[in-house]
C-alpha cells in the first residue's frame, strides 16, 4: 500500500485535510480521537533538520511522545546526509528502522526524492516552496476565533515565499478568498497561481497593501528573510511598504485576525502594537502546532 505522506496541501483533497483538522480538533480537546490513548504506541518517528527550528521542532517531538511514540531527530550536519549520502539511500535504510519520516529542507525536490524512495509516510516540515503543516495550524487557529474558514477573507502581506504558496493551496482546498500583496519581485510564481486558477481558487493580486486589507477578516504575514535569503538589504528596502501595523490592520473588518507563522521580526514585518495588540492570535497560532502535528501524524502513521 502506498504510505499515505503529507507533502503539500494540494496534493490532498478537502475531505482528508477536514479529517485532519477534526483529529487535531479532537487532541486539542483532550479527546482520544483514533485508537486510544497511545495510538502511535511502539512508533518511531525520524526528524531531519537541514534548517533551524523551535516550533516544529517542539510541537514534533512532544507530540509524538503524546501519542505514545518516540520521535528521533537528525540533523543534517550530523547524519551522513550532512557528508553526501543520497536521499535515495537515506530513504531505504530509513524505511527499514522507522515508521514515518519529517523532513525539513531547502530544494522542495529533496523532499519529493524522499518521498519517492521512502515506503513509510513523508511529512513536509517546511521546505524553499511551502510549509503546509503551519496551514493546517493557521485554518485550525482562524475556525477556533471566526468559525468556517469557506467564504472568509484572507489578506497575505509581505514576501511571496514557502507560507504565501501553502497559503494559496490552503484557499484553494478551503475555499476561502485570498489576497496576495507582495511586491512584483517577490510575489509567487505564476505557476502556483495557474495551478489555483484551473482549480477554481478565488485569488487575486492586490498591489497596494491597504487596499488588499480592506474588509479583510484575516491579515497573515511573514519574516521578510527566509531561512536561506541571503538578499537582506535589497527584501528591506522592497518589503517596507508591507509592514504589518496598526494603521494597515484599520482597513480590516473590525475584529479582524492576525496571524504570523513565527519566529517574528519585530519592527520588520509587523509591529510590537499588532503582534501584542488585540486581534492578533499568534500565540494561539503557535500552541496549535502540536494538535496539528498530532492530527498529521496519526493521519500519515496509524
Ligand atoms: N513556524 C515555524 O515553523 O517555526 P519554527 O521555524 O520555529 O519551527
Ligand atoms: N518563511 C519562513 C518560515 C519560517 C517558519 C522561512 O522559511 O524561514
Not at 162 to 180: K, P, Q, V
Request: aromatic residues 6%; glycine residues 8%; negative net charge.
Amino acid at each position: 500500500m502506498k504510505p499515505k505522506h503529507f507533502l503539500d496541501l494540494h496534493l490532498l483533497d478537502g475531505d482528508e485535510l477536514r479529517h485532519i483538522l477534526d483529529l487535531a480538533n479532537g487532541y486539542k480537546r483532550g479527546l482520544n480521537v483514533a485508537g486510544g490513548d497511545k495510538p502511535l504506541d511502539g512508533k518511531c518517528l525520524a526528524m531531519i533538520f537541514e534548517k533551524p527550528s523551535t516550533r516544529t521542532r517542539v510541537s514534533f517531538e512532544v507530540g509524538m511522545v503524546q501519542l505514545g511514540g518516540h520521535p528521533l531527530v537528525l540533523m543534517g550536519e550530523n547524519s551522513q546526509l550532512g557528508r553526501g549520502e543520497t536521499i535515495a539511500d537515506t530513504a531505504r535504510v530509513l524505511s527499514r528502522m522507522v515508521d514515518g519520516v519529517m523532513l525539513r529542507t531547502d530544494a522542495h525536490e529533496k523532499l519529493t526524492e524522499m518521498a519517492e524512495y521512502c515506503t513509510i509516510p513523508v511529512i513536509n516540515a517546511l521546505t524553499d516552496d511551502s510549509h503546509p503543516c503551519q496551514l493546517m495550524a493557521d485554518i485550525m487557529t482562524i475556525e477556533e476565533h471566526r468559525g468556517p474558514i469557506a467564504g472568509k477573507v484572507v489578506t497575505w502581506v509581505g514576501d511571496g515565499n514557502n507560507m504565501a504558496n501553502s497559503y494559496i493551496h490552503a484557499a484553494t482546498r478551503f475555499g476561502f478568498e485570498l489576497r496576495l500583496s507582495c511586491p512584483d519581485e517577490l510575489m509567487v510564481k505564476d505557476s502556483i497561481l495557474d495551478w489555483a486558477a484551473n482549480e477554481g481558487g478565488n485569488i487575486s493580486i492586490v498591489k497596494d497593501p491597504k487596499l488588499a486589507a480592506s474588509g479583510a477578516d484575516v491579515v497573515v504575514t511573514d519574516t521578510w528573510v527566509s531561512m536561506g535569503d541571503s538578499d537582506y538589504d535589497r527584501r528591506m528596502e522592497l518589503l517596507t511598504p508591507y509592514q504589518v501595523n496598526e494603521g494597515l490592520m484599520a482597513q480590516c473588518a473590525n475584529d479582524a485576525l492576525f496571524l504570523h507563522c513565527l519566529p517574528a521580526h519585530r519592527g520588520e514585518e509587523v509591529t510590537d502594537a499588532v503582534l501584542d495588540g488585540p486581534n492578533s492570535v499568534v500565540w494561539d497560532e503557535a500552541e496549535n502546532r502540536l494538535h496539528a502535528q498530532k492530527g498529521i501524524m496519526v493521519w500519515s502513521m496509524m
